[in-house]
């Protein structure tokens, strides 16, 4: 195997981006060079909580985990409690973290790891709301060239929005954020919920993940069973989508995802539509392409090397 992708991992745990980042630091294609944390699903300082237990359940209590900003650029922080329960993790009861939180902020951290590697070499790996990651573009722009690949959670448009009716989550909180990074020139893939919603739990598969016999997996089948309620109850839906772990699933194994390469605008202003990704599936704009939009997966595929990378853990 060649050199291993360098990634840093920028999350909001909550249950699926613990999964994607299970999935990061069980596969030896990735070195997670650090994991950011931002506010999101709970507040800050649960989120940065929360990196820290999933790296020690994955006995990689040496990795950096830098906690970053505590609310949007120029808005009041929205959590969703409602679908990640009160600790953002629940689903099972798991040690309080021994590591410590890594000196200085997420931002700094982001800026720094992206002017000393060569250029081109990171790739970012944002699985929550984009307020560090555009912090860090605005306050550092010789770093935006430098990014070699950004490929998100974010956005929804055949499959509309989770939080409005016309926004997905992660881009809804911090629209203005996520308006820089779209704009920014770095090569995107964004992972919608027009793909994440095709990756669903079954019973079948949060107990092959339960049978796996380590810990890993019991957790990953609890916290998934735990997430499936919500939207279970909200969509009839056969069980919970998986969203984070696509990002993952991506840089390991593209040719499960399918989509296009398209415009893509953040809508910033509207009344009902705040936090859309308006996307230019059907190219009727002239707006150059800056994203390569996801929404299609294999996700027989999806779940097989999930399972099996998740089986590497203890
Ligand atoms: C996104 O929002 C969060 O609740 C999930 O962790 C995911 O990143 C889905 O809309
Ligand atoms: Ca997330």
Known sequence: MGQSRKIIIDTDPGQDDAVAILLALASPELDVLGVTAVA???????????????CELARRDDM????????????????????H????????????????????????????????????????????PLTNIATA??????????????????????EVGNVTPAAEFNIYVDPEAAEIVFRSGVPMVVMPLDVTH?????????????NLGNQAGRAVASWTNFFERFDMAKYGSQGAPLHDPCVIAYLLQPELFTGRHVNIEIETTGTFTLGM???????????????????????EGFYKLLTERIGRLQ
């Open 85 to 128: 329960g009160k600790t953002g993790l629940d689903g099972i009861e798991l040690p309080t973290p021994e590591m410590p939180l890594a000196d200085g902020h997420a931002v700094d951290f982001l800026i720094a790891q992206l002017r000393e590697n060569a250029a081109g070499t990171i790739t970012l790996c944002p699985l929550g």
């Open 40 to 54: 999101g699903n709970v507040p800050l300082e649960l989120t940065a909580k929360n990196a820290r237990v999933i």
């Open 198 to 210: 095709k990756v669903l739990t079954t019973r079948a598969r949060v107990e092959g993940f339960r």
């Open 277 to 299: 990704t308006v996307v230019d599936w059907w190219r009727v704009t002239d707006r150059d392409a800056n994203a390569m939009f996801m929404n299609d997966v294999d996700a």
């Open 64 to 83: 950096p985990i830098f906690a970053g900003c505590d609310a949007p650029l120029n808005r009041k922080l929205v959590t969703a409690e409602y679908v």
């Open 137 to 158: 573009f605005q306050r550092a722009p010789d770093i935006i060239g430098r990014v070699a690949e950004i490929v998100l959670m974010g956005g929804a448009y055949f």
